[in-house]
């Protein structure tokens, strides 16, 4: 049987893009926002909440400044939607092969012995500069290498938090792909050529 | 024009024999043992130090025991190597598109604008260590795992010392793969696709 694809990405690579041409190309299911309509109807929190909080650990370390004594007792929101999209996640793969953005899939299916092809997409910052302009537009008075070196460090701490492992380490992928040295098309064709041989 | 191909890799994940086949299939030429004949000629140091100080930072801690004062007129053997070495990896890559296998290729090209593929092969413990017990054998009272990680300890530092880069950071390459999860065969295939492409 095929494996799941999980695909971790550096903000800006075109990971996003990428994940949803490789499930078209494939025909398979693509998992991302998605999975918020199900955590968000799981948990009872809200979309906005969970595109947050269940990718970037932006409020992470307000719940560290808690004390060890409550944090016994205590669960986060964040925590709770990590709980909520682990389980969507699970469901998610158990149905077949598919296709899951980010969110510590890679951890969470390997942790469970669910055979996966796990990716990881980066680029450079020229690359990635490029994209996220073309994409979101510049936002008066922040740098925007400044917002991508945040966005990074918050998928990185959200990924240690969870996972105690590191995010980006390459003994965590199958394979990792430059999507600005090679460009998009390739990487797709690459991911897809990968899935059908394993 | 193709690029060159640079291939570093984890000892025991099967780099060095993937590399082999991938220049076989191109048909292009393959620098490993050649760049130590011409390392040692141009150097005039013998061949088995070349092939341990050309890439394994093995002796590198001890120039690091040498005072400041004469650390700025005092040049070790292995800073000697690498220079050589670098003449020996530039003159080679110039020649043409072909395939080097480690000593920081990766770096001293990009570092003089020559387009490469810059490739990256790892594989788990378990792949490596079967690897490693079939090619070379046990050694008595030396554990594999021990062995395994102080090669890529010395392979890390050289690469540390000579670049200030980390080694196996993957935004030093364009493609990483698990040689282990992905098979040999695999990895030739895709490093020669993504050559076609480039």
């Known amino acids: 049987m095929h494996p799941v694809i999980t695909i971790s990405r550096e903000f ?5 893009s990428i994940s949803e041409k490789v499930a078209k190309k494939l025909g398979i299911p ?14 009872g929190y809200a979309k906005e909440l ?3 909080q269940g990718e970037y650990s932006s409020s992470a370390n307000k719940w560290f400044d808690i004390s ?3 944090a016994m007792y205590f669960q986060s929101p964040q925590d709770e939607i990590f709980i909520a999209q682990k389980k969507v996640i699970l469901e998610s793969a158990q149905k077949g092969p598919c296709v899951i953005v980010g969110r510590c899939a890679d951890y969470i299916l390997r942790k469970e012995g669910i055979p996966c092809l796990n990716v990881f997409i ?5 690359h990635r500069k490029e994209r996220v302009l073309e994409r979101y ?4 008075n922040v740098g925007i290498e ?7 460090k918050q998928r990185k701490t959200y990924y240690k938090y969870y996972t105690d492992q590191q995010w980006g380490d390459y003994r965590n992928y199958d394979v ?3 999507s600005g040295a090679l460009g998009e098309d390739t990487c797709v064709d690459i991911i897809c050529e990968l899935y059908n041989r394993k």
């Not at 980066?122 to 020229?126: I, Q």
């Not at 537009?137 to 008066?140: H, M």
């Open 146 to 152: 400044k917002r991508l070196a945040k966005k990074d």
């Open 122 to 126: 980066h680029s450079d910052m020229a």
């Open 30 to 43: 693509f998992y991302d926002g998605e999975i918020v309509t199900q955590v968000a109807a799981k948990s």
């Open 137 to 140: 537009g510049a936002i008066e």
């Open 68 to 70: 060890a004594a409550s």
């Open 176 to 178: 990792s792909l430059d």
């Open 50 to 52: 969970i595109e947050e």
């Open 12 to 16: 800006g690579s075109g990971g996003h």
